[in-house]
């Protein structure tokens, strides 16, 4: 489909005999929010490792911008322009709340040669990434704690840190792989926000996988229910929310039927 | 014939690689520890035997039980009293790792000034032997292979028979199911320890009747043994067994067509191209299932 | 007097060995105990190249930086990519078979007679005499390993390292090739260890196998670990202490051969303590788990 940026193309992977991704097809449209739903074991974070390279493609491609990535190795594809948090927030314990963000920058001074010789573009561009980073932290109330060990933060804290990590190596598609887990309300009020700024103001494209239909059904431009390794239905919240076989997926067959 | 007396060396320090090896990797299956002190605890477990043997005068058949009890004991008080706070503290393997090498360092020297470098010899003059078609086999060989085939198939027993040697496996299998399951993994540990230890002691008094006794001999023979943990599949207990007997010979075709010094160069080649080529080793992978 | 100048210089090469191993423990989580062979090599690239092609001192600082190098390559990029404990015993091996080979490739090495009559450092015409004048050129190499150093880590490739360090997968997400990273770091890690090489040839006029085997490595991870990993101040700390103390010892009267093995005993006992109640060392800002 042309605008496409991200593919699905019949994609598959099976662990010997068990399919956990069955033939699975989507075409995503850059600077919008998709969301992956479904119950759990659906294969919704094996998606996520397919696309980015974690695990390998049994069958099917993925294409980035046109261009297939099924088979490169996960730092390229990511170097093309695809970040992806994971569940757990995995920061760097032991790093300061601001290194986090530096480390995400793609710099000169990563070169050791650069680091040594320490040329004057070196020194303004590190600079600057700092500068880009405390802003960063500025705009999710993290600029305080800036050079506080990571570890100290709260859960929530470390849940959007972990986002702007992401974020400073500016991909043009962000995986976010249930980041409402663990957050109380407010914090999911922020959470949506931010993605949403994300998609509106820095024209990324963000594919969601989520439990939280609230936060689904708000922010969503197009949503696909996973169910069993395929996508049993795709479509915009509000075609789909009322959908007997999404009701089906989250509470069961029973109450699909209750509904009329 | 040349070839035969090779062949026979081989397979009578297999059998003392392999001794060494399955005490190295049930400790290693189970508690996942790097456990390198292994082999000042066989060194320890030839110290107790000179000592008792030819200090205390005990002569070398009463010896042996002490030396046994000696390695076992060397083995539980490492476990006791560096593993077990190393992790009470939230220290985790890697910690334990270089506490490790730091007991190795320590105990060493320890023997050296207790014993100094010298080799300590517990019998002169030539062994008993049969003589078969030109190559000797010693009374020492027979017995190697004989401890080793009386250990084996009762470590097998217990580890599926014994309520002991299946919690054991399950703790290789699946250890935060097994603590759940209200096994107390402290005394598991402990007694994996002193399994392991007990098998180095065994080893230690084959070897100390052939070579003596030294402060460094433990080293190199865990080494091997710890490849051939690797060459026979981590997590497969009778794999390590194949690759004890597989790097000996090795190491005797070396002997025969280089040269000694050549020894350690053949095990180390040997876990190169495993790793890069089949760092599962021969049984591991699927087959494996990380089996005690 | 001299014998106290002649310990200042060995801790200075001992704070090098120390700082380029933490460069691969305290940032990048790269449990190297193969260091011993870089040293070794870089020790021996420098008695060979002086003793036997007779080259000035620019090359031989070449050489032996460059050997090592070479050999981190070759056995890096495919170790590296094993997981913790099988790349533990790789380089253990490393360390075994480096220190087998200098003793058993007689032709070349000298075999455990070792090589003899290391010149002094020659350089534009000036000659390094006196146990003083080689503080004085240690000092200035070991200050400029230690400056090289906290460029490194106080750059983006410091943070890359240490984020290596703390999450793999997560820092390859973020679109780092961090097996070239580990690999590079292992590389000028084991540079820096040949320069220590090649210092403690010229220091000892002599070397021989024995110097450069697992007691050496074991010696290094102590001094990392009393103190302190990810921390300059702990890389001088811990040779210093690890030095100084048995010096004390023989100072009240501890004679002879037992020496040696009281240090060993002192070493292990020492790694074995910190381990267990103070993991991050005196002045570590790292702690291994």
Same mark, same amino acid.
């Given at each position: 489909?042309?605008?496409?940026?991200?593919?699905?193309?019949?994609?598959?992977?099976?662990?010997?005999?068990?399919?956990?991704?069955?033939?699975?097809?989507?075409?995503?449209?850059?600077?919008?929010?998709?969301?992956?739903?479904?119950?759990?074991?659906?294969?919704?974070?094996?998606?996520?490792?397919?696309?980015?390279?974690?695990?390998?493609?049994?069958?099917?491609?993925?294409?980035?911008?046109?261009?297939?990535?099924?088979?490169?190795?996960?730092?390229?594809?990511?170097?093309?322009?695809?970040?992806?948090?994971?569940?757990?927030?995995?920061?760097?314990?032991?790093?300061?709340?601001?290194?986090?963000?530096?480390?995400?920058?793609?710099?000169?001074?990563?070169?050791?040669?650069?680091?040594?010789?320490?040329?004057?573009?070196?020194?303004?561009?590190?600079?600057?990434?700092?500068?880009?980073?405390?802003?960063?932290?500025?705009?999710?109330?993290?600029?305080?704690?800036?050079?506080?060990?990571?570890?100290?933060?709260?859960?929530?804290?470390?849940?959007?840190?972990?986002?702007?990590?992401?974020?400073?190596?500016?991909?043009?598609?962000?995986?976010?792989?249930?980041?409402?887990?663990?957050?109380?309300?407010?914090?999911?009020?922020?959470?949506?926000?931010?993605?949403?700024?994300?998609?509106?103001?820095?024209?990324?494209?963000?594919?969601?996988?989520?439990?939280?239909?609230?936060?689904?059904?708000?922010?969503?431009?197009?949503?696909?229910?996973?169910?069993?390794?395929?996508?049993?239905?795709?479509?915009?919240?509000?075609?789909?929310?009322?959908?007997?076989?999404?009701?089906?997926?989250?509470?069961?067959?029973?109450?699909?039927?209750?509904?009329? | 014939?040349?070839?035969?007396?090779?062949?026979?060396?081989?397979?009578?320090?297999?059998? %003392?690689?392999?001794?060494?090896?399955?005490?190295?990797?049930? %400790?290693?299956?189970?508690?996942?520890?790097?456990?390198?002190?292994?082999?000042?605890?066989?060194?320890?477990?030839?110290?107790?035997?000179?000592?008792?043997? %030819?200090? @205390?005068?005990?002569?070398?058949?009463?010896?042996?039980?002490?030396?046994?009890?000696?390695?076992?004991? @060397?083995?539980?008080?490492?476990?006791?009293?560096?593993? *077990?706070?190393?992790? *009470?503290?939230?220290?985790?393997?890697?910690?334990?790792? %270089?506490?490790?090498?730091?007991?190795?360092?320590?105990?060493?020297?320890?023997?050296?000034?207790?014993?100094?470098?010298?080799? *300590?010899?517990?019998?002169?003059?030539?062994?008993?032997?049969?003589?078969?078609?030109?190559?000797?086999?010693?009374?020492?060989?027979?017995?190697?292979?004989?401890?080793?085939?009386?250990?084996?198939?009762?470590?097998?027993?217990? @580890?599926?028979?014994?309520?002991?040697?299946?919690?054991?496996?399950?703790?290789?299998?699946?250890?935060?199911?097994?603590?759940?399951?209200?096994?107390?993994?402290? *005394?598991?540990?402990?007694?994996?320890?002193?399994?392991?230890?007990?098998?180095?002691?065994?080893?230690?008094?084959?070897?100390?009747?052939?070579?003596?006794?030294?402060?460094?001999?433990?080293?190199?023979?865990?080494?091997?043994?710890?490849?051939?943990?690797?060459?026979?599949?981590?997590?497969?207990?009778?794999?390590?067994?194949?690759?004890?007997?597989?790097?000996?010979?090795?190491?005797?075709?070396?002997?025969?067509?280089?040269?000694?010094?050549?020894?350690?160069?053949?095990?180390?080649?040997?876990?190169?191209?495993?790793?890069? @080529?089949?760092?599962?080793?021969?049984?591991?992978?699927?087959?494996?299932?990380?089996?005690? | 007097?001299?014998?106290?100048?002649?310990?200042?210089?060995?801790?200075?090469?001992?704070?090098?060995?120390?700082?380029?191993?933490?460069?691969?423990?305290?940032?990048?989580? $790269?449990?190297?105990?193969?260091?011993?062979?870089?040293?070794? $090599?870089?020790?021996?690239?420098?008695?060979?190249?002086?003793?036997?092609?007779?080259?000035?001192?620019?090359?031989?600082?070449?050489?032996?930086?460059?050997? /090592?190098?070479?050999?981190?390559?070759?056995?890096?990029?495919?170790?590296?990519?094993?997981?913790?404990?099988?790349?533990?015993? =790789?380089?253990?091996?490393?360390?075994?078979?480096?220190?087998?080979?200098?003793?058993?490739?007689?032709?070349?090495?000298?075999?455990? !007679?070792?090589?003899?009559?290391?010149?002094?450092?020659?350089?534009? =015409?000036?000659?390094?005499?006196?146990?003083?004048?080689?503080?004085?050129?240690?000092?200035?190499?070991?200050?400029?390993?230690?400056?090289?150093?906290?460029?490194?880590?106080?750059? /983006?490739?410091?943070?890359?390292?240490?984020?290596?360090?703390?999450?793999?997968?997560?820092?390859?997400?973020?679109?780092?090739?961090?097996?070239?990273?580990?690999?590079?770091? !292992?590389? $000028?890690?084991?540079?820096?260890?040949?320069?220590?090489?090649?210092?403690?040839?010229?220091?000892?006029?002599?070397?021989?196998?024995?110097?450069?085997?697992?007691?050496?490595?074991? !010696?290094?991870?102590?001094?990392?670990?009393? =103190?302190?990993?990810?921390?300059?101040?702990?890389?001088?700390?811990?040779?210093?202490?690890?030095?100084?103390?048995?010096?004390?010892?023989?100072?009240?009267?501890?004679?002879?051969?037992?020496?040696?093995?009281?240090?060993? $005993?002192?070493?292990?006992?020492?790694?074995?303590?910190?381990?267990?109640?103070?993991?991050?060392?005196?002045?570590?800002?790292?702690?291994?788990?």
């Amino acid at each position: 489909m042309a605008g496409a940026i991200l593919e699905l193309r019949d994609v598959s992977r099976h662990f010997g005999g068990l399919k956990a991704v069955n033939g699975v097809s989507l075409s995503i449209e850059e600077g919008t929010i998709t969301s992956l739903v479904g119950p759990n074991g659906a294969g919704k974070t094996t998606v996520f490792n397919l696309i980015t390279g974690i695990l390998p493609l049994s069958s099917g491609d993925i294409r980035f911008d046109g261009r297939s990535i099924a088979g490169l190795p996960p730092y390229a594809i990511a170097r093309r322009g695809l970040g992806r948090t994971f569940q757990d927030p995995r920061i760097f314990y032991e790093m300061s709340v601001i290194d986090h963000v530096v480390a995400g920058f793609s710099l000169r001074g990563e070169n050791p040669l650069a680091a040594i010789l320490r040329g004057p573009r070196m020194r303004h561009e590190t600079r600057a990434a700092r500068d880009s980073a405390l802003r960063m932290l500025d705009e999710v109330g993290l600029r305080r704690r800036a050079h506080e060990k990571a570890q100290d933060l709260s859960f929530g804290e470390q849940r959007f840190l972990s986002i702007l990590r992401t974020l400073a190596g500016d991909p043009r598609i962000v995986l976010l792989d249930e980041p409402t887990v663990g957050l109380d309300r407010d914090s999911v009020h922020d959470l949506t926000r931010l993605v949403q700024r994300m998609a509106r103001e820095q024209k990324k494209t963000v594919l969601l996988v989520e439990h939280n239909l609230d936060v689904i059904f708000d922010v969503s431009d197009q949503v696909h229910l996973l169910v069993g390794g395929s996508i049993a239905l795709s479509g915009e919240p509000s075609e789909i929310k009322r959908h007997p076989r999404m009701i089906e997926a989250y509470l069961g067959a029973r109450y699909a039927a209750l509904r009329p | 014939m040349i070839l035969g007396q090779y062949l026979i060396n081989g397979i009578a320090s297999g059998a %003392i690689y392999a001794l060494l090896a399955v005490g190295f990797a049930m %400790i290693y299956n189970t508690t996942k520890m790097l456990h390198i002190a292994h082999a000042v605890v066989y060194t320890g477990g030839a110290y107790v035997y000179y000592t008792c043997a %030819i200090l @205390l005068g005990m002569g070398l058949w009463f010896a042996m039980p002490f030396a046994i009890a000696g390695a076992t004991l @060397l083995g539980l008080s490492i476990e006791v009293g560096i593993y *077990r706070p190393i992790r *009470r503290l939230g220290g985790g393997t890697n910690s334990i790792l %270089i506490a490790s090498l730091g007991t190795i360092s320590l105990l060493q020297g320890v023997y050296a000034v207790l014993f100094t470098t010298d080799t *300590r010899t517990l019998r002169q003059g030539p062994l008993p032997a049969f003589i078969v078609g030109g190559d000797s086999i010693t009374s020492l060989h027979v017995a190697v292979l004989a401890v080793v085939a009386v250990t084996f198939p009762l470590l097998q027993l217990f @580890l599926r028979r014994s309520r002991i040697g299946i919690a054991i496996r399950a703790l290789a299998d699946n250890p935060a199911l097994a603590e759940v399951h209200g096994m107390d993994t402290r *005394r598991l540990y402990a007694i994996i320890m002193m399994i392991g230890s007990a098998l180095a002691g065994a080893a230690a008094i084959l070897v100390s009747l052939d070579l003596g006794v030294k402060p460094d001999m433990g080293f190199d023979a865990v080494f091997t043994s710890v490849v051939a943990v690797v060459v026979g599949g981590v997590g497969y207990l009778p794999g390590a067994l194949l690759g004890a007997f597989m790097l000996a010979l090795l190491q005797q075709l070396a002997v025969w067509q280089l040269n000694s010094a050549w020894q350690n160069g053949v095990v180390f080649g040997t876990l190169v191209i495993f790793l890069i @080529l089949r760092p599962q080793g021969v049984f591991g992978g699927r087959m494996a299932s990380r089996r005690a | 007097m001299d014998y106290f100048v002649n310990l200042l210089s060995q801790v200075c090469i001992y704070v090098i060995q120390v700082a380029t191993l933490d460069l691969l423990v305290g940032y990048t989580g $790269i449990f190297s105990f193969g260091h011993a062979a870089f040293i070794g $090599i870089g020790a021996y690239t420098t008695a060979l190249l002086l003793t036997k092609l007779h080259l000035g001192f620019g090359a031989v600082l070449l050489g032996s930086m460059l050997a /090592p190098m070479a050999l981190a390559f070759a056995v890096g990029l495919p170790t590296l990519r094993l997981s913790g404990d099988y790349f533990v015993l =790789g380089t253990i091996g490393l360390t075994n078979v480096t220190a087998s080979i200098l003793t058993n490739w007689v032709a070349v090495t000298n075999g455990p !007679f070792g090589i003899y009559g290391i010149p002094d450092i020659s350089l534009f =015409g000036w000659k390094v005499v006196t146990p003083g004048q080689f503080l004085a050129v240690t000092i200035v190499v070991t200050a400029v390993v230690l400056l090289v150093k906290h460029l490194l880590i106080s750059a /983006p490739f410091g943070l890359t390292l240490q984020a290596i360090r703390e999450d793999e997968t997560v820092t390859v997400m973020m679109g780092k090739n961090v097996a070239r990273m580990r690999a590079i770091a !292992f590389a $000028i890690a084991g540079a820096g260890a040949g320069l220590s090489g090649l210092l403690t040839a010229y220091n000892l006029r002599f070397i021989d196998p024995t110097l450069f085997d697992l007691q050496l490595v074991i !010696f290094a991870w102590a001094a990392l670990f009393v =103190g302190g990993c990810a921390s300059i101040v702990g890389n001088i700390l811990g040779p210093l202490i690890l030095v100084g103390f048995p010096e004390a010892l023989r100072f009240i009267g501890l004679q002879g051969g037992a020496v040696a093995h009281v240090r060993e $005993i002192l070493y292990g006992g020492l790694l074995i303590v910190m381990t267990i109640f103070r993991p991050q060392g005196i002045a570590g800002n790292y702690r291994i788990r």
